[in-house]
């Protein structure tokens, strides 16, 4: 077998190619450009994890109405600093409610606890106080009140009205029952000694309904005062009461008439009492007299059967033994008596022997009054029970009890479990009948006789007085000319009379010379007598040296 390649003719030498080079591959670097991208990428997945790190936890609120809130604007604040946002309002499933849902701040993680409270700041007016005025221009904000619990909570109810107080502030919260919630308010100012200290937080019915319970917050460091021995009472405007002991006026300040108010006090004992505990419950009385009253542990009571009216007579009214207020009314009203055919008013009292124990110096106050002293003897000894005048002015009548030593001899009753003790008319009563007593003998009194009488009386009268009259005319026209000329006869005599007794008269002179020789003759004579006295045989022989 031949070789093809050899038999056939030879071909034109071609051009010899060039040998390809074996050249290494360069690798591919990056631009600058791309590392902006980059960059901005790290830096956006940085700020999309710091957000997701930094983002709070989601809550609800649930509220009556939406009035302010607006989803995407509306901020929670703590104390005037955002920690929050509203991200949507709607409608509760019930309707019932508006239920917005704020995206929180991861720093206000820690103040979601159960006690935390939640309301819109709106502008208002209430208690006295206007607030919420800046979001007139910024618009409503809710505000957040953090609690102290430890449970943590995202779904909340908010709060009407805002709280009073906030968990932060310093002081003490206590309750008050009451029977009725008077002019007080929430934010109604609380006193003691007139200087406001607290003020009403909230109020609300009492489980039967037949009272009201005050949670009234006392501010530091003023809560130390209130003690387990603290009395409350209104405060409310101005305190007018009419009643037996007078008219009094007590009021603590002008925001008290106008808001009401409470005010507190404790007995002083002498004692270092400890602060009550937080949460302890108090009586609120009607006024401080009733408030301050002593506790009375032990009550008797009493029925009094009087036979009078008891107008001005009112249940509350005192129990009076000598100036000493042992009781008081509880109950009026009336029985009839067949016996009399006539109604006796029944008045209930109850004492309280521990008042009149208090004071008593020679009575075992460890026992009761009933034991050591017999009211069946004290009524044997003269005890009756007698309607009197507290006041002219208010006419308000008290019971007061007393011994009446000439009082009609009585024993002491029982009825209806109670002691009926006797009763003598009061000083009114007493009075009224005494006026009766002078009325009847004044209608005995012949009254038309006695007119006729004084007619007849005033008839001479009035003749004596016309005669009297016409004497005095006669009088006038004839006795006194003549009185006249004899007034002037006797001033002329006592003229002549004058002129006589003047130093430089006539008669004067006379007298003088009739005076002089009167003197002249008693000096002679004392001459004489003294002349005899030495020689009294001068009588018979005569004055020696005389001539025979």
Avoid: C
């Avoid at 009763?423 to 007493?430: A, H, R, S, V």
């Amino acid at each position: 077998m031949t070789d093809k390649r050899d038999d056939a003719p030879e071909e034109p030498a071609q051009q010899e190619l060039p040998q390809a080079v074996l050249v290494e591959r360069r690798r591919w670097s990056p631009s600058l450009v791309w590392l902006i991208p980059v960059v901005a990428a790290l830096i956006g997945g940085y700020l999309a994890v710091h957000a997701v790190m930094s983002r709070g936890p989601t809550i609800t609120i649930a509220f009556r109405n939406a009035e302010g809130l607006e989803a995407g604007k509306t901020r929670i604040k703590y104390k005037d600093v955002d920690i929050g946002e509203v991200t949507s309002v709607k409608v509760s499933e019930d309707r019932k409610n508006i239920v917005a849902t704020a995206q929180m701040s991861k720093e206000a993680e820690s103040y979601l606890t159960s006690d935390s409270r939640f309301w819109i700041v709106r502008p208002r007016i209430a208690g006295g106080s206007v607030s919420g005025l800046g979001t007139l221009l910024s618009g409503a904000y809710i505000g957040m009140d953090a609690g102290q619990s430890k449970e943590t909570r995202q779904h909340f109810s908010g709060l009407e009205v805002p709280p009073i107080i906030t968990g932060d502030l310093p002081g003490r919260q206590f309750v008050l029952k009451s029977a009725d919630l008077g002019s007080l308010d929430i934010g109604a100012p609380v006193y003691f000694r007139r200087v406001p200290v607290g003020q009403v937080v909230a109020y609300q019915l009492d489980k039967s309904g037949q009272g009201v319970d005050l949670t009234i917050f006392v501010n530091a460091p003023y809560d130390r005062f209130v003690v387990p021995d603290s009395r409350f009472w209104h405060a409310s405007g101005v305190d007018l009461s009419v009643s037996a002991n007078g008219l009094k006026v007590n009021t603590q300040s002008l925001t008290a008439i106008a808001l009401g108010g409470i005010a507190f006090e404790s007995p002083s004992t002498g004692e270092d009492e400890q602060p009550a505990a937080v949460g302890a419950v108090f009586g609120l009385a009607e006024n401080r007299e009733v408030a301050m009253r002593t506790a009375d542990h032990e009550v008797y009571p009493i029925r009094l059967k009087f036979q009078q009216s008891v107008r001005g007579l009112s249940v509350g009214a005192p129990v009076d033994f000598r100036g000493i207020v042992i009781g008081e009314v509880t109950a009026i009203g009336l029985e009839y008596d067949k016996a009399r055919k006539d109604f006796n008013m029944l008045v209930d009292v109850r004492i309280f022997p521990s008042r009149l124990l208090s004071m008593s110096r020679n009575l075992d106050k460890e026992r009761s009054l009933r034991k050591q002293l017999s009211l069946k003897q004290m009524v044997a000894n003269g005890l009756r029970a007698q309607l009197r005048s507290g006041s002219l002015l208010t006419g308000q009548l008290f019971v007061a009890l007393d011994f009446f030593r000439d009082a009609k001899p009585a024993q002491l009753g029982h009825e209806q479990n109670m002691d009926v003790m006797p009763t003598i008319p009061g000083d009114l009563e007493e009075l009224q009948a005494m006026m009766q007593r002078i009325a009847r003998k004044l209608d005995k009194v012949p009254l038309d006789s006695i007119g006729t009488g004084l007619d007849q009386s005033i008839h001479e009268l009035r003749d004596m007085l016309s005669t009297t009259r016409q004497l005095m005319g006669n009088i006038d026209g004839k006795v006194l000319p003549q009185a006249t000329q004899t007034l002037d006869k006797l001033q002329k005599t006592l003229d002549d009379t004058q002129q006589t007794l003047q130093a430089n008269s006539p008669l004067q002179q006379d007298v003088r010379n009739a005076a002089q020789e009167v003197s002249e003759t008693a000096r002679s004579f004392r001459a004489l007598a003294d002349y005899l006295d030495r020689h009294p045989e001068a009588l018979i022989r005569g004055k020696q040296g005389d001539p025979q």
